[in-house]
């Protein structure tokens, strides 16, 4: 199926539509202070058709949320778990291309060598509507240098590109032909006029965008040729806010509790994080890694060098998030031009 297009006026009406087979409608809309977020607009409606710069927080939240209760424990004596699944179908609209190429590396994560069963649950109940960027984020995001933007290569169902009338509409999946074929008299051909527009507003956003050898990058900090004044100061400058593992669409540790009462409870998975000092405790309370600079050490590791050897890409897709809220201005982005000098 080819590119097809969208006039402006005929987006609501899709909305409209698609809310009505779907449990959630999670989409951006202003909260307070206008900061654009996340959330179910399918009764409350709100939702941002297009939008400025990208959300707060990434849809990661609602496919690993920072508490989630995975079984009901009946019996604990006589062993009675039960899973606590969750059928729940949810479109996700305007999503940013970092985020759609941050949901390919999650599930990789969740999928490839042992199967997470809550996240492929709720993965497959799915439909993920991009919205690609015609102007950068931020200042400082850098999500065409790490290849993961201004539009989606793929992990989509659908891709909107915004044209002065309307959306040029791409399709990545069979839900997103479904989409199509249920709403085709939404749909028309695009005009040669309507790809030159998006064609010149890409190549603006590309211009001067010089990708990152992350090859080189990994292979440097694996032999441990960073120098130490590096993590001495991105150590110092921590505070362990939290604010980086919180906010990244990609970040996917996470620790397991039970909270039972008696012989009865539930199952817990909650959002942990590599700065956090007790991450890697072991029995006895002792810890490898017992100094603060090493464990802030581990998020730039983990993104940077050991994805790169599991998954042959880094796992930052440069949405900023971690930089723009880091009281210690400590900048992901900055050390990497800073090793590339």
């Given at each position: 199926?080819?590119?097809l ?15 009505e087979?779907c449990d959630?409608f ?7 202070l206008?900061?654009?977020?996340f959330a ?6 709100g939702?941002l058709?297009d939008?400025e710069?990208n959300?707060v ?12 209760a995975l079984?009901e ?5 006589d ?6 699944p ?11 291309p970092c ?7 999650m ?7 042992f199967?997470?069963i809550?996240y492929?649950q709720?993965?497959e109940?799915?439909?993920f509507i991009?919205?690609s ?9 850098f ?6 933007g201004p ?8 891709q909107l590109t ?12 069979e839900k ?7 709403n085709?008299?939404?749909?028309a051909k695009?005009e040669?006029r309507?790809?030159?527009?998006a064609l ?6 590309a211009?001067?965008?010089k ?7 990994a ?10 004044s590096?993590?001495?100061d ?9 604010g980086?593992?919180t906010?990244?669409p990609?970040?996917?540790?996470f620790?397991?509790a039970?909270?039972?009462s008696?012989?009865?409870g ?5 959002c942990?994080?590599?700065?956090y000092?007790?991450f ?6 002792s810890?490898p890694?017992?100094l603060?600079k ?8 983990h ?6 050897g599991?998954?042959?890409i880094?796992?930052?897709v440069?949405c900023?998030?971690c930089?723009?809220?880091?009281p210690g201005?400590?900048?992901?982005r900055k050390?990497?031009?800073e090793?590339?000098?």
């Amino acid at each position: 199926m080819g590119r097809l297009f969208i006039a402006k006026e005929d987006i609501q009406t899709l909305i409209e539509r698609l809310k009505e087979g779907c449990d959630e409608f999670i989409a951006p809309k202003k909260e307070h202070l206008s900061d654009v977020i996340f959330a179910d607009t399918k009764e409350a409606g709100g939702e941002l058709i297009d939008y400025e710069g990208n959300s707060v927080i990434s849809p990661r939240a609602f496919l690993l949320p920072q508490t989630e209760a995975l079984f009901e424990i009946k019996s604990i004596k006589d062993g009675k778990f039960f899973p606590i699944p969750d059928k729940k179908k949810r479109i996700f609209y305007g999503v940013r291309p970092c985020d759609i190429k941050a949901l390919i590396l999650m599930r990789s994560f969740f999928l490839d060598e042992f199967v997470d069963i809550p996240y492929k649950q709720k993965l497959e109940n799915s439909t993920f509507i991009a919205l690609s960027c015609n102007r950068l984020c931020s200042e400082e995001a850098f999500c065409c240098e790490m290849d993961a933007g201004p539009v989606a290569k793929e992990g989509y169902d659908l891709q909107l590109t915004a044209i002065g009338k309307g959306y040029l509409v791409d399709v990545g999946s069979e839900k997103g032909s479904r989409i199509i074929r249920n709403n085709k008299k939404l749909f028309a051909k695009p005009e040669p006029r309507d790809e030159k527009e998006a064609l010149e507003t890409l190549k603006c956003l590309a211009k001067g965008c010089k990708r990152i050898d992350f090859k080189k990058l990994a292979g440097m900090m694996n032999e441990d040729k960073i120098k130490p004044s590096v993590w001495d100061d991105i150590g110092l400058r921590c505070v362990v806010c939290s604010g980086c593992i919180t906010l990244c669409p990609t970040c996917s540790c996470f620790s397991i509790a039970d909270r039972v009462s008696g012989d009865s409870g539930i199952r817990l998975r909650y959002c942990d994080g590599c700065p956090y000092s007790g991450f890697t405790r072991m029995a006895g309370g002792s810890t490898p890694f017992p100094l603060h600079k090493d464990h802030i050490r581990r998020f730039f590791e983990h993104k940077l060098n050991y994805d790169v050897g599991r998954y042959g890409i880094p796992s930052c897709v440069g949405c900023a998030r971690c930089i723009n809220t880091c009281p210690g201005n400590i900048s992901i982005r900055k050390f990497i031009e800073e090793v590339a000098k």
